[in-house]
């Protein structure tokens, strides 16, 4: 692992308005991990997954992605750099193929057709949808819309891969295969970052866990400390669980 | 693969056939109007055509095409009375000038989505238009007079014969034609779909959505511009209200979502359509007819949004796909 990490997130604030979404935000990830940032609904999660992917401009602080500042760079420079994201409600082209969509992705790194055909062939075949590649897009259920939404990142060839809630709404089954994807798509070098509420795949998939409530960093650490941590407990049930605790 | 042509053996023959069929109609017809007519189709589809790369793909609903059909007849109709430029390079600065044109109001407009965009893009084409009613050097309201020339291709002009614009005009519809299926089967058109999707859709795949905007535009003006000038050539004469108003922009509108928005020839099948109807009652009833095509074409819009709102050309594909 190289000394600078992949990213580097420094006292992001964002405001809207009376509002603090974001309070001073710091905390870094390496090369190859997987961290999953969990907080109560309204903790300000989603704010900070758009200040790092450009869609918002931080009101202070800094995002540095392997050691170059992109605190003020447009989306799409951003996710030329290599981070790709997924949305929290699930984002795909509704009048192309799912082929088609993965191909859109594709296209960042192949300007012609032909490699941009094989390189989303070959996407849809590690996410398990290659079956589906000529259905309409959607005409998918809501967990194959959700690997498409991972497909088309992934085609993009990102080294970190931002994904917002992609086990929600899934059923245990589905869940298991979606956790499963998320291990080969880390095997394969590309590092995570996820926003997650299924406490399942958070303690699966994760090698550090953040936690934000009220839109400041409370707690890091490895899973299995983060969730006994009595600060984390007071976020999501309040002060008389934490006096049991 | 849906919105991108795959040309199969049977589709390269009859189109093929059409085109024989195409290149052989001014032989065997009689009298300037059938000739009027097609001329009219043809520009009519290249008009849809050169809308729907930024209307039909890429979600960009321009209701001021007018203002670069304009321009283009503009350009090089002031260009050949003023300096005797020849018409053919007017043709091409009128494109340029129509693009330079789009740049500029596309960029203002280049974070505006549907009926925001529509309401600019009028807006855009009357400012146009009330300028160059009142701008003397161009000659105003009373218009500008194209000098009379001996007919030559050269001189993109013909008097003892309408056959020379069909031709030009049916060369011209299938240069857009080219234009808007490279389009459609590249990366651009791929974007351009992501792009009417949704800006954060594109954005999160890398997609400079302004400059794909704007390209788009761009070659829509260019195209639109080649019309306009076309269409001077062949009145000879033009002034604001006949080749910058909102009825010009909507008839294209109109071609293109009858025949198949985001289609490469659904906009020459809407023109196949409209055209005559337009044509037909106008000359059929003259003044008393006036604003009957427009009840033909209020009515046939209701029904294709209601039933089919892929256009004729998606009412076809689903034929095609029942008889397979």
Redesign the interface.
């Known amino acids: 692992m190289s000394a600078v990490p992949l990213l580097d997130v420094r006292g992001v604030t964002k405001r809207f308005g009376g509002l603090l979404a974001n309070d001073n935000v710091s905390f870094t990830v390496s090369e190859g991990e997987i961290v999953s940032i969990i907080g109560p609904n309204g903790a300000g999660k989603s704010t900070l997954f758009n200040c790092i992917?450009?869609?918002y401009p931080p009101n202070a602080g800094h995002v540095l992605y392997g050691g170059r500042d992109i605190t003020r760079l447009?989306?799409?420079r951003i996710?030329?750099l290599g981070i790709?994201?997924?949305?929290q409600i699930v984002?795909?082209?509704?009048?192309?193929?799912v082929?088609?969509n993965v191909?859109?992705?594709a296209?960042?790194r192949s300007?012609r057709?032909g490699a941009?055909h094989e390189k989303a062939e070959e996407v849809l075949r590690f996410a398990g949808l290659h079956e589906k590649r000529?259905a309409?897009a959607t005409s998918l259920t809501i967990e194959a819309k959700k690997r498409l939404e991972v497909s088309?990142?992934l085609a993009?060839q990102p080294k970190l891969l931002m994904l917002d809630e992609s086990m929600a709404g899934l059923n245990p089954v589905e869940l298991r295969g979606m956790i499963a994807l998320l291990r080969r798509v880390r095997a394969n070098g590309v590092t995570l970052v996820i926003v997650e509420h299924v406490m399942e795949a958070v303690m699966e998939l994760s090698d550090r866990v953040i936690v934000i409530n009220s839109g400041k960093k409370i707690v890091e650490g490895p899973p299995k400390e983060v969730v006994v941590n009595p600060q984390v407990i007071q976020a999501y049930l309040g002060d008389r669980y934490r006096a049991r605790g | 693969m849906t919105g991108v042509p795959t040309f199969t053996k049977r589709q390269v023959s009859i189109s093929a056939a059409v085109l024989v069929l195409l290149a052989l109609y001014p032989l065997a017809v009689r009298g300037s109007f059938p000739m009027h007519l097609m001329i009219m189709v043809f520009m009519f589809a290249m008009l849809g055509v050169a809308w729907n790369i930024m209307g039909g793909y890429a979600g960009m609903f321009s209701f001021g095409q007018a203002a670069f059909f304009g321009i283009g007849a503009y350009t090089s109709s002031f260009l050949l009375t003023a300096y005797h430029v020849n018409p053919w390079i007017g043709l091409l600065a009128g494109g340029v000038v129509a693009a330079l044109a789009a740049a500029l109001i596309g960029i203002p407009c280049s974070n505006l989505r549907g009926h925001y965009f529509a309401i600019a893009s009028i807006a855009f084409a009357e400012i146009v238009r009330i300028h160059f009613n009142n701008w003397k050097l161009i000659g105003a309201a009373e218009g500008l007079t194209i000098p009379m020339q001996d007919e030559s291709l050269r001189s993109f002009m013909f008097h003892s014969s309408k056959a020379p614009y069909y031709y030009i005009m049916l060369g011209f519809l299938i240069l857009s034609l080219g234009v808007c299926s490279w389009v459609a089967t590249s990366r651009m058109g791929f974007y351009l779909r992501a792009i009417k999707e949704s800006h954060d859709v594109a954005k999160v795949l890398g997609i400079d959505v302004v400059r794909y905007r704007m390209a788009a535009i761009m070659i829509s003006a260019f195209l639109t511009a080649m019309a306009g000038t076309f269409y001077a050539q062949y009145i000879l004469y033009l002034d604001p209200e006949s080749v910058l108003i909102l009825p010009i922009s909507v008839q294209i509108v109109l071609v293109a979502m009858l025949g198949g928005a985001g289609s490469v020839m659904g906009p020459v099948i809407g023109a196949a359509i409209l055209l005559p109807i337009s044509e037909v009652t106008r000359v059929k009833l003259g003044f008393k007819g006036s604003g009957l095509d427009m009840i033909i074409y209020g009515t046939l819009i209701m029904l294709i949004s209601v039933y089919q709102p892929q256009g004729v050309w998606g009412l076809l594909q689903k034929i095609g796909r029942k008889n397979k």
């Open positions: 992917t450009g869609f447009a989306a799409d996710c030329k790709a994201r997924t949305f984002q795909v082209i509704a009048d192309m193929t082929l088609e191909m859109t992705g296209f960042l300007a057709n941009a000529d309409a088309m990142a993009t």
